[in-house]
């Protein structure tokens, strides 16, 4: 092998190689074109062809099919089978003379039947028949249905038309009409191709061994893409055919056939032809890339010795003479010059090596996320901090895109915003949220600044990331320490407040009450206005219960009267807002239970109110309870068919004086105040709901008497 050690060498077999690859490319790609544009064609001219034969035999079909038909319903056809009938002579017709059209026509046999199926007429070309009585296909033609089979007549398959002839709607007799399908054979046949009539596997006409038949029909499809075949030497196309035979329920395909060298064979005497032409190029290029190459060579031996000193001798001094002024002169040159800016260049990078060192250093030491980006938007900087911030690795995010991998989507406005303002120079700081691999978005704090290189030009951004979760927790616990403080403070006020008005009315009421002139109508008023006076006195000393976190008083509950009273008192809101208000029927067994009877009502019309607040006129809100010891629990439960709770405020409905309320229609407190209740009784609040599907509340209590828990402020 040490003539390819030569730079002649190589490149003689460089070009010898190149020579052939192109040869052998242009070999393989006409043969496959022309052998393709030669199938496309022959496939093309086989489906036309198949179309037609198609077409031809269901347009031959019909064609006798009408004649056939319109035989059997003419006037003199129906005079003569009733005048026949009516004698004992033989039927003197035309049949004899009869003949259908199309190919082959003439030939066709044509009978005249009676009602019993007895020949009483023949045509010319007619085989002897006494009866067809017992045809298959008789007893339907008897009824008044034409007719058409495939039968076999001494191994070979004919096609039966048979038309009863009717005479003022009574079948009087029949036309049945027989011939065979040679003419589907007809054009195909003389431009060389080989045509096969199948009955689903069954050939007809010609015949196919059964492994193709499989084979054809396990590759047809409706798209007439794939019904065509390669098959021991034969290309095959199945078409099936379609129309009247197919509304007759024949199910028929025709399969044309052509050898496979009408394809080949001008393919393969053109492959011969060009590689004959190929070998001699190849002989050509090789006798000129030898005579060029031994002329380019000499220029080049010198330029070679002079790199080979400078390489041994490691001294970037070193300098290539050339004396010629053509292309070798001008590589000289040009590498004499290369020599001279790699000597600077070294002194400048052994300089700015160790500097960007201790960047790198300081970078990746950095506690805070650090991260540049170009202006093209990927990263090219992701420090330690950043992963261990964000999850995503240093190797998966050099080159990624920042805003797609690391900012939300709705951020992404905002960030590019900063990006602009630190273009111009501006030090950008903003809270901003960011994407982790886990955790989804967190909150940081965000700098930006630019980048810029030894000619001004920005070549991306810097930003450094502060963690804010912690920050904003603590900030949302002291928010809620103040609210829930307010709470105390305002719920004892309001309470103290409230007790002395309540007093008075209460004690006013029941003054009037012990005067015995009063009528029906004043004293049912006079009890009512009792009766919601203590109930608002109850609810104020829940309040006082509420703000001191004392535990509330028991007694054992009558649940019924409780829900009854509940939704009396919801019914006017239930009345303005056009909502059914319905209390489910109780249990016929439910457990003992003790609770503070007002709190429970309280907890109860809080429940109410929002559902009805929350139903569109027309729905529904429904209470009801279930339980009992077996489970071991008592649950209370109201049911609206609203449009459900947004996840967002379903994590906020339960915070003192969160309200999705218009300013004036809603403190917030209800179900704040619902939960303390609940607890206090040892017991535990469920919501369930579904956007456009309602919300189901559900109080849950144990059926033992449970120690009341601190009620939370």
Excluded at 292 to 303: A, C, F, G, M, V
Excluded at 536 to 565: H, I, N, Q, Y
Excluded at 634 to 643: A, M, N, Y
Excluded at 657 to 679: A, C, D, W
């Amino acid at each position: 092998m040490n003539i390819l050690r030569s730079f002649q060498s190589k490149l003689l077999l460089f070009f010898l190689l190149i020579d052939v690859a192109m040869v052998g490319f242009l070999i393989a790609t006409v043969s496959r074109g022309a052998r393709e544009a030669l199938e496309t064609a022959s496939r093309e001219h086989l489906q036309e062809l198949s179309r037609f034969a198609a077409h031809d035999l269901d347009e031959q079909l019909q064609l006798r099919w009408t004649a056939a038909q319109s035989l059997a319903s003419n006037p003199f056809m129906v005079r003569g089978v009733l005048e026949t009938l009516q004698r004992s002579d033989p039927l003197e017709s035309p049949t004899p003379g009869l003949r259908l059209p199309g190919k082959g026509g003439e030939d066709a046999e044509l009978w005249l039947l009676d009602t019993q199926g007895r020949v009483l007429a023949h045509g010319e070309h007619a085989g002897h028949v006494g009866s067809f009585a017992d045809a298959p296909w008789w007893p339907r033609v008897r009824e008044g249905e034409p007719q058409a089979r495939v039968v076999l007549e001494q191994g070979q398959p004919r096609v039966v038309f048979a038309f009863p002839i009717l005479s003022q709607q009574h079948v009087e007799g029949a036309l049945v009409t027989r011939f065979d399908l040679s003419f589907v054979r007809g054009g195909a046949a003389r431009e060389g191709f080989e045509v096969v009539l199948l009955n689903g596997e069954r050939p007809l006409v010609g015949g196919l061994p059964e492994p193709v038949v499989r084979e054809l029909r396990s590759r047809y499809s409706e798209s007439s893409e794939h019904n065509t075949a390669l098959i021991d030497g034969l290309f095959y196309l199945l078409v099936p055919v379609e129309g009247f035979a197919r509304q007759q329920g024949f199910g028929w395909s025709l399969v044309l056939s052509v050898p496979a060298e009408h394809i080949s064979g001008p393919v393969d005497v053109l492959r011969q032809r060009m590689i004959r032409g190929g070998v001699v190029a190849a002989l050509l290029v090789a006798l000129l890339v030898a005579w060029r190459t031994r002329l380019l060579l000499r220029p080049l031996q010198r330029l070679q010795l002079s790199m080979r000193r400078i390489i041994d001798g490691g001294d970037l001094s070193e300098r290539i003479e050339v004396a010629s002024r053509d292309e070798l002169g001008a590589i000289a040159g040009t590498f004499n010059l290369m020599l001279e800016r790699l000597a600077h260049r070294s002194a400048e990078l052994e300089r700015s090596r160790d500097h960007l060192s201790l960047l790198a250093q300081m970078t990746s030491a950095s506690p805070n996320a650090t991260f540049m980006v170009g202006t093209e938007g990927w990263i090219h900087v992701w420090n330690d901090a950043a992963e261990k911030l964000l999850g995503w690795p240093r190797l998966d995010m050099l080159g990624a895109p920042f805003l797609e991998r690391v900012v939300p989507e709705d951020s992404r406005e905002h960030f590019n915003a900063l990006v602009a303002r630190a273009a111009s120079g501006e030090l950008v700081e903003a809270e901003l949220s960011l994407l982790t691999r886990q955790a989804g978005a967190i909150p940081v704090q965000l700098t930006v600044s630019r980048i810029i290189d030894a000619a001004g030009q920005v070549q991306g951004t810097v930003c450094i990331a502060r963690d804010l979760r912690e920050v904003k927790r603590l900030r949302e616990s002291l928010v809620q320490s103040e609210k829930m403080a307010a709470v105390g403070t305002l719920v004892a006020g309001l309470s103290h407040e409230l007790n002395n008005p309540l007093g008075i009315i209460l004690g006013f009421a029941q003054g009037l009450l012990r005067k015995t002139a009063q009528d029906d109508l004043a004293r049912v008023a006079l009890l009512s206005i009792e009766k919601q006076t203590q109930r608002c006195a109850a609810l104020v000393r829940t309040l006082l219960e509420f703000s001191r976190k004392s535990g509330p008083a028991r007694e054992r509950v009558d649940v019924s009267a409780m829900l009854e009273r509940v939704r009396e008192l919801a019914s006017g809101q239930a009345g303005r807002g056009q909502v059914r208000l319905e209390i489910l029927e109780l249990p016929a067994e439910l457990p003992g239970w003790e609770a503070n009877v007002p709190e429970m009502e309280a907890a109860l019309l809080n429940l109410v109110g929002n559902a009805l607040d929350a139903t569109p006129p027309g729905g529904t809100v429904r209470v009801g309870v279930r339980g009992g010891a077996v489970s071991g629990r008592l649950e209370l439960f109201v049911t609206d068919t609203g449009s459900g709770i947004a996840p967002d405020v379903l994590q906020r409905i339960f915070d003192p004086f969160f309200s999705t309320k218009p300013v004036g229609q809603g403190t917030g407190l209800g179900l704040s105040i619902t939960r303390s209740i609940v607890e206090s009784h040892g017991g535990r609040i469920d919501v369930e709901t579904a956007s456009g599907a309602g919300t189901t509340v559900r109080l849950l209590f144990p059926v033992a008497p449970a120690l009341p828990t601190e009620a939370s402020a």
